[in-house]
């Protein structure tokens, strides 16, 4: 290996070592995030609390108050008497649901005809309250159903329904959203965290006039790019690596695919972000300059338009350009495919060389950046 390269990479080393509290910074911050996050970033839409005013108290409208509180979806709050309370429970957010059933409830279906339930959901969060609706409308129709069947079974026939339907999940029969939320968040976390660090490995040295020992050494551009990445692209590693293990063994996050074709798209990614980073750290002037770019560059984009939180494909067309810069969104495909999908590499051979191109193009902006400070 080069003499001068090895020498920077050892004083990057010494640099990182001698400050305890930033090396531990690097590592023990995004475990934290990454906890926090798989217990509080829940996007499973279960347990939720319905409260009933019923008008019509007969034992045919509690056993339709009770196809829906005995479901895994619904949680039983209270019984109410008036719309007062119903306006009450959910203007406080105590309830999502209320479910309202008329006085005829059981003369109407007894003799026949037809009734209408009344169904109040709080739409203060659009997307559970979609599925909310989803749900209300499956329990619904099954409670119709078992009304049919029991009808005609006591008039001595028999119904079948000719068309039934057979639902499958693959890669995540369960729904589960850790399986979803997790990869996304390693793939968050390795882009946010490393880029931090990086950004400010030069700015710093500009604040202590240091850097100016670079500026009259004989190193070349590639020399210092590479020297100031690599002890942090090892660090993000090790990173990695514990969060890889948290996911899997921790929060028991399903993962059927290669190990190691995950680590060879992992190394790319982390030498995009420090390589992201190092940019940063040449074109900043103060260490707060680049903490905010590095935040407004790297963590915002990346929540938004990588597809974490929905496909890249549902955007408008602005959004879908936007995601074409980030790497977090070549990375967060292979990510979730090799998790739940196993996918191999050649799969994703698009999204890993256009990881690379983008390693190309940050390391040739450090290094030209780098060569206009020399002269």
């Known amino acids: 290996m080069n003499k001068r390269l090895l020498t920077i990479i050892k004083k990057e080393f010494r640099e990182l070592l001698r400050d305890p509290l930033y090396l531990s910074f690097t590592i023990i911050v995004p475990v934290i995030i990454l906890i926090l996050m798989g217990y509080g970033l829940i996007l499973d839409v279960k347990n939720i609390p319905v409260a009933f005013l019923d008008f019509d108290r007969s034992a045919l409208s509690r056993d339709y108050r009770h196809s829906f509180t005995n479901s895994e979806y619904f949680r039983f709050y209270s019984m109410i008497n008036s719309y007062d309370e119903a306006y009450e429970l959910i203007q406080s957010g105590r309830c999502r649901v209320i479910v309202v059933i008329p006085p005829d409830f059981s003369r109407k279906l007894y003799s026949g005809q037809k009734t209408q339930v009344q169904f109040l959901i709080d739409g203060s969060f659009p997307s559970r309250a979609e599925i909310i609706k989803g749900y209300v409308s499956a329990i619904n129709n099954q409670f119709n159903q078992k009304l049919l069947e029991d009808f005609t079974s006591m008039q001595g026939r028999h119904i079948s329904f000719p068309v039934e339907t057979e639902m499958r999940a693959w890669y995540n029969p369960a729904l589960e959203s850790k399986n979803f939320v997790l990869p996304g968040m390693l793939v968050i976390t390795l882009m946010f965290y490393p880029v931090l660090i990086a950004s400010l490995v030069v700015v710093r040295e500009k604040e202590s006039g240091s850097i100016f020992n670079l500026y009259c050494s004989p190193v070349k551009a590639w020399e210092v790019v590479l ?59 103060t260490q707060i300059t680049a903490m905010l770019m590095a935040f407004l560059g790297t963590i915002t984009p990346s929540f938004m338009y990588s597809g974490f939180f929905s496909p890249v494909t549902s955007m408008e067309i602005i959004g879908q350009i936007m995601s074409k810069f980030i790497t977090a969104t070549y990375f967060i495909g292979v990510v979730r495919g090799v998790y739940l999908k196993g996918l191999g590499l050649g799969y994703y051979l698009p999204n890993i060389l256009s990881l690379l191109l983008y390693a190309l193009i940050v390391y040739s902006l450090s290094m030209l950046f780098f060569r206009k400070r020399i002269g």
Do not use: E, R
Request: proline content about 2%.
């Open 227 to 285: 020297g100031k990445a690599i002890p942090y692209i090892t660090i993000s590693f090790t990173t990695y690596i514990i969060l890889f293990i948290i996911t899997v063994v921790f929060f028991k996050t399903k993962f059927i695919g290669n190990f190691l074709v995950l680590t060879i798209a992992t190394l790319l990614y982390l030498t995009c972000t420090i390589g992201i980073g190092i940019f940063i750290s040449m074109i900043a002037k």
